[in-house]
């Protein structure tokens, strides 16, 4: 019976283990993006090590219960499956109330002729706006414009030039990082090229003194060089603030980076080397900041409203007061449009009955209490931004309208519809960088359902 006994519990621990690298395979092919990550030698170690370690009753062959990757396909579909019924009844709630908002990163497809300009012509389009600011740059750097800046055409080129030389020559592995291409479909591009040789120019000195190939960093002036990365910092830092994908909404970062941009294209247009170019950039982004709503290349007032629902800059104080009395205005319209109550609709413990008192006996002359709820939104605007503010600027400003719902419950509905939008395309583009991993040469029979499963777990499994 003890012999029985043990063979059962072997037995038990066997198939325990067995589920337990199951749940932890469809996990790790979740975040490695496939299934034939799962019998990586690295992983394959460890989980023998784990096993002999763990159990101390004797030795598993850890081929015989790791699960083959058919049942790790399975049970990626099975997961996916049960995650997203929990997150469909999740959402399905919200969207019904709120909306939502998506990013697209195609807009025609070729091969079939689909316009989903056309397909989405009933809703909202709003520009990416990191693309905007990519195409300011590729405005003030093109032909026509950078012929007039002889100094900084010379620089480009040069700094073009010695990326190329070091990436076929072999010299990159001498240095401590990469050199980065200026690459023209890539944002930011020049900025990275620039600046990569910038924070490396006294070993990129050395490696070329020693080849005697001096000349090629020799002829790139230090100054112009410095001069031309202050200069784009500014505009990488917006887009990597307005790509972000944490907690705080990008869509309130829209106008700030936009008047801060055209505040420092502005001061740039002072420096001679700078001039023509930054003149280019202050007229295009003027453009973005345009009055006239309907331009292609506004801001729209959807990001100027989300600026205003950022409790840390709801004074809009980079515009200026006619400006914000338009934001405040379309504030109003917005709410009345999307028929939002005005009063707090959080599900809410009802308020236990109090005992009447004699006092109820004259109630027709007590004092009425004016309730958070009945509040007209003229008085929610005028505390708002007139309230003495806590919030520090690292508090997840979401939480912080969570927390304040009961005395704006307009604006705080607002805040929920207006700062889910996304400032740019980035989360779609995202999507298509992780498909590059997923589908791959020696790996492209995979049915759609299967890539779909792996990118929602690997987006949504904590």
């Known amino acids: 019976q003890c012999s029985r006994l043990l063979h059962a519990l072997s037995a038990w621990i066997s198939a325990f283990c067995t589920c337990i690298l199951l749940a932890q395979s469809v996990t790790l092919c979740a975040h490695h993006l496939h299934q034939s990550a799962l019998y990586q030698h690295g992983f394959t170690q460890l989980a023998q090590h784990l096993v002999d370690t763990a159990a101390r009753i004797g030795k598993f062959d850890v081929c015989e219960i790791l699960p083959h990757p058919t049942t790790v396909s399975r049970n990626v579909e099975m997961r996916a499956q049960s995650l997203r019924k929990h997150v469909v009844e999740e959402i399905t709630a919200t969207i019904s109330k709120f909306g939502c908002a998506v990013t697209a990163d195609i807009w025609t497809e070729t091969y079939r002729k689909t316009s989903f300009c056309l397909a989405l012509r ?54 401590k990082k990469s050199l980065k291409q200026s690459i023209e479909t890539r944002w930011n591009s020049n900025f990275d090229m620039l600046n990569s040789v910038l924070e490396q120019y006294e070993d990129i000195a050395s490696v070329l003194t020693e080849s005697n190939n001096y000349d090629k960093i020799g002829r790139i002036s230090i100054s112009t060089l410095k001069l031309l990365v202050s200069f784009l910092k500014p505009f990488k830092e917006a ?72 409790p840390n800059l709801r004074g809009l104080r980079m515009l200026d007061e006619r400006g914000r009395q338009n934001v405040i205005q379309g504030v109003k319209e917005m709410i009345e449009d999307l028929k939002f109550d005005h009063a707090h609709d959080e599900d809410v413990e009802p308020t236990p009955a109090k005992r009447p008192t004699v006092l109820h006996k004259f109630s027709d002359w007590e004092e009425e209490e004016e309730s958070c709820g009945s509040k007209s939104l003229d008085v929610q605007i005028q505390e708002y931004r007139t309230m003495k503010l806590e919030l520090s600027s690292q508090q997840n400003i979401l939480q912080w309208w969570n927390s304040n719902s009961s005395q704006f419950p307009a604006l705080s509905n607002l805040a929920r519809f207006v700062l889910c939008i996304p400032a740019t395309s980035a989360p779609s583009e995202r999507a298509f960088s992780l498909c590059g991993r997923i589908l791959e040469e020696r790996r492209s029979v995979l049915k759609p359902s299967s890539v779909s499963d792996i990118l929602f777990l690997h987006g949504n499994l904590k």
């Open 122 to 175: 009933e809703y909202t389009r709003l520009n990416c706006t990191a693309h905007i600011l990519n195409v300011t740059l590729s405005s003030a750097f093109g032909p026509a414009i950078i012929e007039k800046s002889p100094e900084i055409a010379s620089l480009l080129t040069d700094v073009k030039k010695l990326v190329t030389y070091f990436k076929h020559s072999g010299q990159q592995g001498k240095l």
């Open 239 to 310: 887009t990597d603030d307005l790509e972000t994908d944490n907690t705080a909404p990008s869509a309130s970062l829209v106008l700030p980076w936009s008047v801060r941009l055209i505040e420092h294209c502005t001061s740039a247009t002072k420096d001679p080397l700078l001039s023509e170019i930054a003149t280019v950039c202050v007229t295009r982004l003027k453009e973005l900041l345009s009055a006239d709503s309907t331009s292609s290349h506004s801001v729209h007032m959807l990001y100027k409203i989300a600026t205003f629902l950022t």
